[in-house]
T-cell receptor, first 114, second 113 residues
Framework: NAGVTQTPKFQVLKTGQSMTLQCAQD?????MSWYRQDPGMGLRLIHYSVGAGITDQGEVPNGYNVSRSTTEDFPLRLLSAAPSQTSVYFC?????????????FGQGTRLTVV | AQSVTQPDIHITVSEGASLELRCNYS??????LFWYVQSPGQGLQLLLK??????LVQGIKGFEAEFKRSQSSFNLRKPSVHWSDAAEYFC???????????FGTGTRLQVTL
């Protein structure tokens, strides 16, 4: 069982370039989310989805777009990368909504914007 | 809005010593609480969680945590630390909808031999 799979694991972008971070889960989870991890700041929620076709903003959504066309996939798009988006990005999925549910995390994508 | 505070950025303990990592939260009702561990270059792994009931919860790898409502705390403990416990530990809170987690800033644990 693969769980939550993120690709790529590492990426270097030039300022202004665009790219998509991929996230796929094979657990048939309804809820998926993207977090970024920065030193001294923990993980902060970027966007989340409560099901196919439904997305919403988290704490730090600026500069990122998401869509959820299938239950399995939840890609994160950077339209015009900036150095401030250098971070480690984690995708997570949960079987249902509500607070009493565990989130399962991918291995992360380390992004550097130069 | 909810928040989580982990007051210790970095802790060093000797192998075999006991460990306590502090976590305080701010939320008006009883939250759902989690501890995650992140080994270098890895994703986050759930250690344990508190939803309701017994305030002392047991997790994986010999960890436990105690929910204290009066202190708004959810401290993580381990009686005897192993070198492989060196990692970063995150406390997180979920206050209800859409499985959105609010994380503390993390505590990096170093274990000396």
């Amino acid at each position: 069982n693969a769980g939550v799979t993120q690709t790529p694991k590492f990426q270097v972008l030039k300022t202004g370039q665009s790219m998509t971070l991929q996230c796929a889960q094979d657990m048939n989870h309804e809820y998926m989310s993207w977090y970024r991890q920065d030193p001294g700041m923990g993980l902060r929620l970027i966007h989340y989805s409560v099901g196919a076709g439904i997305t919403d903003q988290g704490e730090v959504p600026n500069g990122y777009n998401v869509s959820r066309s299938t239950t399995e996939d939840f890609p994160l798009r950077l339209l015009s990368a900036a150095p401030s988006q250098t971070s480690v990005y984690f995708c997570a999925s949960s079987p249902r909504g509500g607070g009493n549910t565990e989130a399962f995390f991918g291995q992360g994508t380390r992004l550097t914007v130069v | 809005a909810q928040s989580v505070t982990q007051p210790d950025i970095h802790i060093t303990v000797s192998e075999g010593a006991s460990l306590e990592l502090r976590c305080n939260y701010s939320y008006g009702a009883t939250p759902y609480l989690f501890w995650y561990v992140q080994s270098p270059g890895q994703g986050l792994q759930l250690l344990l969680k508190y939803f309701s009931g017994d305030t002392l919860v047991q997790g994986i790898k010999g960890f436990e945590a105690e929910f204290k409502r009066s202190q708004s705390s959810f401290n993580l403990r381990k009686p005897s630390v192993h070198w492989s416990d060196a990692a970063e530990y995150f406390c997180a809170i979920n206050t209800g909808t859409a499985s959105k987690l609010t994380f503390g800033t993390g505590t990096r644990l170093q274990v000396t031999l």
